[in-house]
């Protein structure tokens, strides 16, 4: 996720290190620098030359602190200039008083608008809300399957046109849809709308009737991060052609620069309000501008990481882990416990992620790179491999057990000899932090 502009900005910062304080020359340097960071990671032209604007106007008025260095004062600046041209503060969903609230996508094809449908529905769900989904894109041939099918995924229900219920008219199909939602007492609907290749004038015009047919209390225009400074116009149209309220910005994931998408909300005076950096209807996540300015100044994301791990522990479980890793220097702690830890870990998402959130992750993106999920997979299958006493007492797994569970496994002895002792240490080491009084760990998973 914006590893370019990422890499260049730290790299400018490095060279601020160990300056007592900034000169007139450094800080035009350092401008210069900035600027052509956010230059090759595909920033609009416009915000670029605001930002720089901002960043030097600050970095001349920074008072001397004693808190802060140079090199950390800069960073500071940037920082708060970006989560600026992030769209400043979170912007949250806004739910209508009366129910339901209609969101509608808007957006160019392939944006990623029905996953993300789907993608919304499941968080919505997930806060204990009843969406329902509306199939409006009778555009393309095989939208209508499709929304069915995230919204299966995400069970949640999808109202989509029968024959003699509005077959091709998706302005038709998003009012019975919002009517359906009434007599149904669903509390959110979300509308799919069609979108084609380019800004085109018969897309913008539907996509204002439907606007129109049911008086959305939040439009939100999907942008996929991949399609460069495109994303800027296309933006700028659906401004003029249909109006939204929010951004959502996909693809996160496939994309090392990016930056066209940051600019949407600073040209747009629209937030981005949501991102998804992946095809699974779990990656997906309210955009924080604060996190995102921190993660591409390889600062971390803490903040994310926490909230991560506390949507997959729940608390009596974690209770239970550490009672267990406290008593007996631990040896109540079962490799049945290391799997239900390493399978709420893989709840998280993936262990890439996961990492990528800590700070000065950016510089270990090689081996971030290289590191294979598989290997989870591969330590749960040995230990569904094992038989309960295994598990419950490791301490029995000898050299023909190793063999047995090798074989069932489909590993080599010696990916279970690592195994084992991995346990062994893992346990040791969140026997004595449990201990200490801190949380229980959590088992490695990387080999
Ligand atoms: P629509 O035409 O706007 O409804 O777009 P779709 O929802 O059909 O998405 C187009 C393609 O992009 C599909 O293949 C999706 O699986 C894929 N896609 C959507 N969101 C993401 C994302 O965040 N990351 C990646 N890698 N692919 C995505």
Redesign the pocket.
Same mark, same amino acid.
């Given at each position: 996720m914006f590893a370019t502009l990422s890499d260049r900005l730290t790299a400018t910062f490095k060279n601020l290190r160990g300056k007592g304080r900034l000169s007139e020359a450094d800080i035009d340097a350092t401008a210069r620098e900035i600027r052509v960071a956010l230059l090759e990671a595909d920033v609009a032209l416009p915000v670029v030359k605001d930002f720089i604007a901002a960043v030097k106007e600050r970095a001349r008025g920074a008072e001397v602190s004693e808190a802060l260095n140079p090199a950390q004062q800069v960073i500071k600046i940037v920082n708060d200039e970006l989560v600026q041209i992030l769209g400043g503060e979170t912007r949250r969903l806004r739910f209508a008083k009366q129910p339901p609230t209609v969101i509608m996508l808007a957006?160019?094809? /392939? @944006? /990623? !608008?029905? &996953?993300?449908?789907g993608k919304l529905a499941l968080w919505l769900k997930d806060q204990g809300k009843q969406p329902l989904l509306v199939a409006s894109?009778l555009q393309?041939p095989n @939208?209508v399957t499709?929304l069915q099918v995230v919204g299966e995924r995400a069970g949640v229900p999808v109202w989509a046109p029968e024959p003699g219920n509005g077959v091709g008219d998706p302005v038709g199909v998003a009012r019975s849809g919002v009517e359906q939602a009434k007599k149904q007492l669903h509390d959110v609907v979300i509308v %799919?709308t069609a =979108?084609r290749l380019g800004v085109d004038e018969e897309m913008m015009r539907q996509a204002a009737d439907i606007r129109d047919a049911v008086s959305p209390d939040e439009t939100l225009f999907?942008v %996929?991060a991949m399609i460069g400074q495109d994303a800027v116009s296309t933006a700028n149209a659906f401004v003029e052609g249909v109006g939204f309220d929010g951004v959502v910005l &996909? !693809?996160? %994931? =496939?994309d090392a620069r990016g930056g066209a998408a940051l600019s949407v909300a600073s040209v747009t005076g629209r937030p981005v309000m949501f991102a998804? @950096?992946?095809?699974k209807l779990s %990656?997906?996540d309210v955009f924080h501008p604060e996190r995102m300015a921190s993660r591409i100044l390889d600062l971390g994301d803490m903040l994310t990481l926490i909230e991560q791990a506390e949507k997959a522990f729940d608390a009596s479980q974690a209770e239970e882990m550490a009672r267990k890793l406290q008593g007996k220097g631990g040896k109540d702690f079962t490799f049945d416990d290391f799997l239900q830890q390493m399978q709420a870990v893989k709840k998280m998402g993936s262990l890439k992620s996961l990492l990528g959130m800590l700070p000065g992750a950016g510089q270990m993106r090689e081996a971030l790179d290289s590191f294979d999920e598989r290997e989870l997979d591969r330590v749960q299958a040995i230990i569904h491999s094992m038989t309960p006493a295994e598990r419950e007492n490791p301490k029995i797994i000898n050299g023909s057990r190793r063999a047995r569970i090798a074989k069932g496994s489909g590993t080599q002895v010696s990916d279970i000899n690592q195994l084992v002792e991995r346990f062994f240490m893992a346990r040791d080491m969140m026997s004595q932090a449990a201990k200490g009084g801190g949380m229980p760990g959590m088992p490695g998973g990387g080999g």
């Open positions: 957006g160019l094809q /392939g @944006a /990623g !608008k029905t &996953t993300l449908a894109d393309r @939208a499709q %799919d =979108g999907v %996929d &996909t !693809k996160l %994931d =496939g998804s @950096a992946g095809e %990656d997906f």
